[in-house]
């Protein structure tokens, strides 16, 4: 309702709108974001402590396919990490890289290819089925894989909002969605376009206690917070817990496993992780899940 008052005090043009009615205006714009930002809610898991799949439970399969998301569904991660691009004809791909180089038989950036021409390519399959062949799928494969099934962690690398967030939508999928941002402009094209989605930033690294994490977080009202779980200190951690902060930060290596008890120990209630299945089973023996 304010974000509507300030524009209609913005859109009329008559002789009682003067200067002092404009600064109203622009200081009812600017409360108005930041409450529909504060309105966004994080979709709520069954689960206490939070398992993110990275790229998929990609152990067995490769990153950022069907297969891998299939699999994280089977083993019941919470969330599957995607990372999203846009191709030459505007189609919204899963690809973690800009090019398609390194995973598929093709080459070329994503933006500079046509959907038609990603198709072509495949994407090798791992280990004793090296020769099983999966293809680059679509957001919109994705969003279908998904829906009613796992929450989406959505690494917004290059695409358009409102293009992503009307097939969100169509999809009836709003609530089953975060979005990672990578920059100052995706953040305030989330916050403008669809300021009820919750949306998360990596912790700057230059953050080094609660007092400094507040003041980031007064600056950018968030929701959730990511980054490397080695950049947080427990009083960092206790302070987001206390304001209802998710901090679900990066922990996947070959040999995280090792860090898994630091982690839980800083405080963290959730971790995105190259190991989903085990990450589970070692939850479970910890009374954690």
Known sequence: MLLWLAGEMIRRNDITFNMKQLIAAVFLFVFAMQADAQNATTPLSKHDFIVIAHRGDHVDVP??????FENA???????????????????????????????????????????????????????KDSAKTYDVPTFEEVLKTCKDRIHIYLDFKNAGVRQCYNMIRQYGMEH??????????????????APSMP?????PGNLKNADELKTFLDTYPLELL?????????????????????????????????NWDKAIETGFRGLQTD????????????GLR
């Open 63 to 68: 990153e950022n396919t069907i297969a891998a």
């Open 73 to 127: 569904i089977k083993h019941g991660v919470d969330y599957v990490e995607i990372d999203l691009r846009t191709t030459k004809d505007s189609i919204l791909v899963i690809m973690h890289d800009a090019s398609v180089d390194r995973m598929t038989n093709g080459k070329g950036a994503v933006r500079d290819l046509t959907y038609g021409e990603i198709k072509k390519f495949k994407i090798a399959g791992k280990g």
């Open 176 to 193: 089953q969605v975060i979005v990672y941002i990578n920059s100052s402009s995706q953040y305030q094209e989330w916050r403008r376009l």
């Open 199 to 203: 949306v998360m930033l990596s912790l």
């Open 226 to 258: 990511d980054g490397d779980y080695s950049d947080y200190t427990p009083d960092m951690v206790t302070y987001a817990n206390k304001e209802s902060k998710k901090v679900w930060p990066d922990i996947q290596s070959n040999g995280e496993a090792a």
């Open 275 to 286: 190991h989903p299945e085990a990450l589970i089973r070692y939850l479970q023996k910890k």
